[in-house]
C-alpha cells in the first residue's frame, strides 16, 4: 500500500510561481510511472504531468507545456511539479499518482486510465487570481 501526501498549494497572482509536492510512504520503490493530475471547480479531472521514474521521460498536458516541470528526488519517493507563469485556468486541486506499469504503455495512456481509478487523496488547492 502507498500513501501519497500532496502539499505547496497555494493563492498567487497570475504569472507567479508555486511547486508541489508529493511524498510517497509505503510500498513505492515498485512505481515507475508518477503523475500530477488536477480538477478545476466544475470540470472532470484531468492529467497534468508525468514521469517515467526509470528512464526519466515526461509527459505533459498541452495547456502546462512550457510552463510546468515535473521532477522527483534521487530517492524517488517525492514528486515535484514546478509551475510557472500561473494562469487563472491553473486554479484547481492538484493531486498526484504512481502506479506500477509495463514499460510499453506510453505516459499519456496511463493517465487517461488512472482517471478512470476511484482512489485519490485530498489533494492540494492552487488558486490564481487575474
Known amino acids: 500500500v502507498v500513501q501519497m501526501v500532496e502539499s505547496g498549494g497555494g493563492s498567487v497572482q497570475a504569472g507567479g510561481s508555486l511547486r508541489l509536492s508529493c511524498v510517497a510512504s509505503?510500498?513505492?520503490?515498485?512505481?515507475?510511472?508518477w503523475a500530477w493530475f488536477r480538477q478545476a471547480p466544475g470540470k472532470e479531472r484531468e492529467g497534468v504531468a508525468a514521469?517515467?521514474?526509470?528512464?526519466?521521460?515526461?509527459y505533459f498536458a498541452d495547456n502546462v507545456k512550457g510552463r510546468f516541470t515535473i521532477s522527483q528526488n534521487n530517492a524517488k519517493n517525492t514528486l515535484y511539479l514546478q509551475m510557472n507563469s500561473l494562469k487563472p485556468e491553473d486554479t484547481a486541486v492538484y493531486y498526484c499518482?504512481?502506479?506500477?506499469?509495463?514499460?510499453?504503455?506510453?505516459?499519456?495512456?496511463?493517465?487517461?486510465?488512472?482517471?478512470?481509478?476511484?482512489?485519490w487523496g485530498p489533494g492540494t488547492q492552487v488558486t490564481v487570481s487575474s
Open positions: 499518482q504512481a502506479d506500477d506499469v509495463v514499460e510499453h504503455v506510453s505516459l499519456e495512456d496511463w493517465m487517461e486510465g488512472r482517471l478512470l481509478e476511484p482512489d
Open positions: 509505503g510500498s513505492f520503490a515498485s512505481k515507475n510511472y
Open positions: 514521469i517515467n521514474s526509470g528512464t526519466g521521460g515526461t
